[in-house]
């Protein structure tokens, strides 16, 4: 069993990567790079969806700098972990799934590698996390309960 201070320890160590990946891409994301317009052109022209670049572009940037905030907060970590989870699901699958493909512009698959990376951190978090989870969860199943028998 994980002593307090490992855990707490493992914790930022898991928040700080997932962060270092998500902070360092906001300037190539912001400033509009060469690589991260190719992805998201990449997609956009994929899907159809226009929004896709530049205004997706933006947006994940904000999430991944919202998602990296929450995570050095002990009452949000959770909702950071579960952001980031998301965001970096959302990344593997247009890697895996679409033309972008898991090599960027001779990267050598290293933006996926990292993505993975930050999805175990993330799915490690909720799982060291996995008591307030399930508190949270609980939670809301009996305020959702408490809202069906109020409406009968």
Do not use: N
């Not at 906001?26 to 052109?41: A, M």
């Not at 956009?44 to 530049?54: Q, Y």
């Not at 990376?117 to 799982?127: K, P, T």
């Amino acid at each position: 069993m994980m002593t307090t201070r490992s855990r707490s320890i493992a914790l930022f160590v898991l928040s700080a990567y997932i962060a270092f990946v998500f902070v360092q891409s906001l300037f190539f994301k912001f400033t509009g790079s060469e690589e991260s317009i190719f992805i998201f052109s990449t997609l956009r022209d994929w899907s159809g969806i226009g929004l896709f670049e530049p205004f997706g572009r933006f947006f994940i940037g904000a999430s991944e700098l919202v998602a990296s905030i929450l995570l050095f907060i002990p009452r949000t970590r959770i909702f950071g972990a579960g952001m980031a989870l998301g965001i970096i699901s959302g990344a593997i699958v247009f890697h895996l799934f679409t033309p972008l493909g898991v090599e960027i512009m001779g990267d050598g698959g290293l933006l996926f590698t990292l993505a993975c990376g930050v999805w175990i951190a993330s799915a490690l978090i909720l799982w060291l996390e996995r008591r307030a989870v399930m508190t949270l969860l609980s939670a809301d199943r009996s305020h959702l309960a408490g809202r069906r028998q109020a409406s009968m």
